[in-house]
């Protein structure tokens, strides 16, 4: 090392092992979804992914689990609860992207409304229905007839979302006094929508997560792979952040470390 040093060379990188680890490899692109994403947009990943399944990673970009179609058909299949977005505290972004809504007015001004977590249910509002019990926390969904008509004035909802509005053709009343946005889509197709747009944490599945480390040798992945019943894994560094996935193709022709010896 004097020598390298007096001729100011680069000091070699000192290999703790010659044993191939993962990160001799060359891994796999990775498709992963945020634990804030919607139910609609984690199933497209997934179908268009090559798997079954795609890792979810939590604020940090650390890996935080796994999710499947299997996982959430239950949400998908079961959309009659009026209080499943509030239950999972999906943000209102998600209503924001997946409704391709319009703001038309945001009050109060005091957050962002997209970080903003749903507190309240889901209420599709006709003619025929009674206002009673509504709270500032709900979110009321009705069509732009409906609003022009004034049936939902006094109605205590804080946030609004006006359907089947087109080429903004609507105005909002001078003394209205809460958030209110618009869609195109029509109250059927919002209603069909709203709560696959739910976020999937608390779907994700957290338990008996497979994985592996950079750092791993390959022959202990090897082991690993032989006793799992899954055939691609999410591959993390030491801080746990996503860095590819590795399946058995992986390791059909792995890479060897090469040992350089200096004379004497």
Same mark, same amino acid.
């Given at each position: 090392?004097?020598?390298?040093?007096?001729?100011?060379?680069?000091?070699?990188?000192?290999?703790?092992?010659?044993?191939?680890?993962?990160s001799d490899l060359k891994l796999e692109s990775v498709t992963y979804a945020k634990e804030t994403d919607s139910i609609k947009s984690t199933v497209e990943k997934i179908v268009e992914h090559i798997g079954r399944s795609i890792p979810?990673?939590? !604020?940090? $970009?650390?890996?935080?689990?796994?999710?499947?179609?299997?996982?959430?058909?239950?949400?998908?299949? %079961?959309?009659?609860? &009026?209080?499943?977005?509030?239950?999972?505290k999906t943000p209102f972004g998600n209503l924001i992207v997946g409704l391709e809504l319009k703001a038309i007015q945001e009050y109060p001004m005091e957050k962002d409304q997209r970080d903003y977590s749903i507190e309240g249910r889901?209420?599709? +509002?006709?003619?025929?229905?009674?206002?009673?019990? =509504?709270?500032?926390?709900? /979110?009321?969904?009705?069509?732009? $007839?409906?609003?022009?008509?004034?049936? /939902?004035?006094? *109605?205590?909802?804080?946030?609004?979302?006006?359907?089947?509005?087109?080429?903004? $053709?609507? *105005?909002?009343?001078?003394?209205? &006094? &809460? *958030?209110?946005?618009?869609?195109?889509?029509?109250? @059927?197709?919002?209603?069909? &929508?709203?709560?696959?747009?739910?976020?999937?944490? %608390? =779907?994700?599945?957290? %338990?008996?997560?497979? +994985?592996?480390?950079? +750092?791993?040798?390959? %022959?202990? =992945? !090897? !082991?690993?792979?032989?006793?799992?019943?899954?055939?691609? @894994?999410?591959?993390?560094?030491?801080?746990?952040?996503?860095?590819?996935?590795?399946?058995?193709?992986?390791?059909?022709?792995?890479?060897? !470390?090469?040992?350089?010896?200096?004379?004497?």
């Amino acid at each position: 090392m004097y020598v390298l040093d007096k001729a100011d060379c680069v000091k070699p990188r000192v290999v703790q092992s010659l044993a191939p680890q993962v990160s001799d490899l060359k891994l796999e692109s990775v498709t992963y979804a945020k634990e804030t994403d919607s139910i609609k947009s984690t199933v497209e990943k997934i179908v268009e992914h090559i798997g079954r399944s795609i890792p979810v990673v939590g !604020k940090s $970009d650390n890996l935080i689990g796994v999710v499947s179609i299997s996982d959430l058909m239950p949400s998908i299949i %079961d959309y009659r609860d &009026r209080s499943f977005l509030k239950n999972t505290k999906t943000p209102f972004g998600n209503l924001i992207v997946g409704l391709e809504l319009k703001a038309i007015q945001e009050y109060p001004m005091e957050k962002d409304q997209r970080d903003y977590s749903i507190e309240g249910r889901i209420i599709m +509002y006709g003619e025929d229905q009674s206002l009673e019990g =509504v709270s500032p926390k709900d /979110i009321l969904i009705c069509h732009k $007839d409906i609003y022009r008509s004034g049936h /939902i004035k006094e *109605c205590m909802a804080g946030h609004l979302i006006i359907v089947g509005v087109e080429n903004d $053709d609507i *105005c909002v009343e001078a003394d209205e &006094r &809460r *958030c209110v946005y618009t869609t195109g889509f029509s109250l @059927f197709v919002v209603a069909q &929508r709203i709560h696959h747009l739910a976020q999937i944490k %608390d =779907v994700v599945t957290k %338990d008996s997560l497979e +994985y592996f480390t950079t +750092y791993e040798t390959l %022959d202990d =992945v !090897k !082991k690993n792979m032989m006793t799992s019943k899954f055939r691609r @894994f999410p591959v993390v560094d030491e801080k746990g952040r996503i860095k590819g996935m590795i399946s058995k193709s992986n390791l059909i022709d792995p890479p060897s !470390k090469k040992s350089h010896h200096g004379g004497s």
